[in-house]
């Protein structure tokens, strides 16, 4: 494994300094075992006895469910009280991005969250003077969210179709809980996401709903204490919440509600809205959904189950194609009718009260 993560870690490692920079250069901002495992690894959709996401679980100094920041530095011979760096994404309209007032005794400064496949200008001010600036693309398949709070945190969008489409960034987001119960006797509801991830989610990536698949023993419904139920979101006032409990793989078929979950996410889709999906570790019953959710649009198998697999980078531990709930789950899923897999996963939505023309709807607006 050192072979393969010395090399990348050289390339990604990309800097910008000085006071212009003319070219445009090429960041890739998958971390590089995610990198290295979307290279390297090609499943079969006929074999599931065996699974390669343990090669690429290797121990770092960075969270493995992160994605790989944009370097910027420079250099100042005089320190002023505040600095100001702005990103605008060249298209459309050289949007601003980030514009942020940092120490102005730094001399570097990491750019998160940015998406694939789009242009940059950035510049560092120190309110007389220029201290750097340049432009830059990025690039890579998967958009890994950099917010510390969150674990398992990532954009549905950039996904290849076998028709030749892509997902869109910005629509549907999945990951772990953002509230959670604490004390002995789970007497206090604690808000667990960080105000400047709420401030992250709210603002920068528009998130409007938030589908919470847990059950009433996670949620607090369960106990004897009356009033600590779960049953707000912290991301805002405005943005609507719902927690529609559902089954992971390992017990498909059971009591799903996958169509209502479908449904709630079209809803959003409709105003332009993103979504946020989770349940406590956005892991097995996020991972069913966002399974149908891909599928339904296309998404090769091979590509489902490295979807499924990327949480294996995460805090919540392993999660392999060739056992635990999805060696259960994707026989069944498999059991309905058609030849693709993208048409079983119609049938299943079309079964649970979906219609063609939702779907289709669906389809417009995710590719």
Not at 61 to 77: A, C, F, K
Not at 267 to 294: F, P, Q
Not at 318 to 338: E, F, I, Q, T
Request: aromatic share 10%; proline share 3%.
């Amino acid at each position: 494994m050192k072979q393969i993560i010395i090399p990348l870690l050289a390339i990604l490692a990309v800097t910008f300094s000085g006071e212009s920079q003319a070219k445009i250069r090429k960041h890739n901002i998958e971390n590089p075992q995610v990198k290295a495992f979307y290279d390297q690894v090609r499943y079969s959709d006929s074999d599931y006895s065996y699974s390669l996401i343990d090669r690429y679980r290797v121990r770092t100094h960075y969270r493995l469910d992160q994605p790989w920041p944009v370097e910027v530095n420079w250099e100042s011979t005089v320190a002023s009280e505040n600095l100001r760096v702005v990103v605008k994404e060249v298209k459309p309209g050289n949007a601003t991005v980030l514009d942020k007032t940092i120490d102005g005794h730094a001399s570097s400064y990491f750019i998160w969250n940015l998406v694939p496949g789009r242009r940059y200008t950035y510049s560092v001010t120190d309110g007389s003077r220029v201290l750097t600036s340049g432009k830059f693309s990025t690039e890579g398949r998967r958009r890994m969210i950099y917010a510390p709070s969150v674990h398992n945190f990532r954009d549905l969008g950039g996904m290849k179709t076998t028709s030749g489409k892509t997902l869109k960034y910005g629509k549907l987001y999945r990951g772990g809980e953002l509230v959670n119960l604490t004390g002995e006797n789970r007497e206090k509801v604690r808000i667990q996401v960080r105000e400047d991830d709420i401030r992250l989610m709210h603002d920068d990536l528009g998130i409007r709903g938030e589908i919470d698949f847990r059950f009433d023993g996670e949620l607090g419904y369960a106990d004897d204490i009356e009033g600590n139920e779960i049953k707000f979101t912290p991301l805002g006032d405005d943005v609507a919440y719902y927690n529609i409990q559902t089954h992971h793989a390992g017990q498909f078929g059971q009591d799903m509600r996958h169509g209502e979950i479908f449904k709630t996410v079209l809803h959003h889709l409709r105003k332009g809205e993103a979504v946020y999906l989770h349940c406590v570790a956005g892991a097995d019953r996020t991972g069913l959904m966002c399974l149908l959710l891909e599928g339904v649009l296309g998404v090769p198998e091979s590509d489902l189950m490295k979807d499924y697999e990327l949480t294996s980078f995460s805090i919540y531990g392993p999660r392999r194609r060739n056992n635990g709930d999805m060696s259960h789950g994707l026989p069944m899923l498999k059991a309905y009718p058609g030849s693709t897999m993208q048409e079983k996963i119609t049938n299943l939505f079309l079964s649970e009260g979906v219609t063609r023309q939702e779907i289709d709807e669906y389809t417009d607006l995710m590719l």
